[in-house]
T-cell receptor, first 116, second 113 residues
């Protein structure tokens, strides 16, 4: 199957700093990628849709100035958590699908962010 | 938008028994329904999916059924094994929304040896 790679898998940062998470589609081009957030023992909540060459589409309640998304190429989307706070600690995971309708979504490995 | 409800939130079964997880969705235009298995700290892995033109699909011990009229779909695992223990998520792809998935709340399945 297709491969989506996410980096880093774990990161610990201090409050007030920013953290960048990368999501790459390794063997296909993705005009759209999705960023999810998952709290412990909870479901995956869609944060935003990353669109190559245009602005991301954010879900209601997600601060676009706090969670900056850049989709500069057809294989890379980045999520930057700015001015991180302890409540931003969570599991962040991206997904992408090869071109075509109703195709399987492939997930990155996820990033465990801990803000201290 | 799409809303996906999943039940039960936890399920404990004895090894060898069957497990059934049910989901309902709200958007009648949804046409793709995958099921994912997620182990602790890992990425979700697709285990089976079904499209809206099919009523049932089976892959060894796993089967999924879809009732478009009632807008619900179910995951059936037979002859459960301890390694089936994980969190399972159903999802629905919104019609005309690219490949965006809306996930159910998840079911924590525990298979007791």
């Amino acid at each position: 199957g297709a491969v989506v790679s996410q980096h880093p898998s774990r990161v610990i940062c201090k409050s007030g700093t920013s953290v960048k998470i990368e999501c790459r589609s390794l063997d296909f081009q993705a005009t759209t990628m999705f960023w999810y957030r998952q709290f412990p023992k909870q479901s995956l909540m869609l944060m935003a849709t990353s669109n190559e060459g245009s602005k991301a589409t954010y879900e209601q309640g997600v601060e676009k100035d706090k969670f900056l998304i850049n989709h500069a190429s057809l294989t890379l989307s980045t999520l930057t958590v700015t001015s991180a706070h302890p409540e931003d600690s969570s599991f962040y995971i991206c997904s992408a699908s090869p071109p075509g309708s109703a195709t399987e979504a492939f997930f990155g490995q996820g990033t465990r962010l801990t803000v201290v | 938008g799409e809303n996906v409800e999943q039940h039960p939130s936890t399920l404990s079964v004895q090894e060898g028994d069957s497990a059934v997880i049910k989901c309902t969705y709200s958007d009648s235009a949804s046409n793709y329904f995958p099921w994912y298995k997620q182990e602790l700290g890992k990425r979700p892995q697709l285990i089976i999916d079904i499209r809206s033109n099919v009523g049932e699909k089976k892959d060894q011990r796993i089967a999924v059924t879809l009732n478009k009229t009632a807008k619900h779909f179910s995951l059936h695992i037979t002859e459960t094994q301890p390694e089936d223990s994980a969190v399972y998520f159903c999802a629905a792809k919104r019609g005309n929304a690219g490949n965006m998935l809306t996930f159910g709340g998840g079911t924590r399945l525990m298979v007791k040896p």
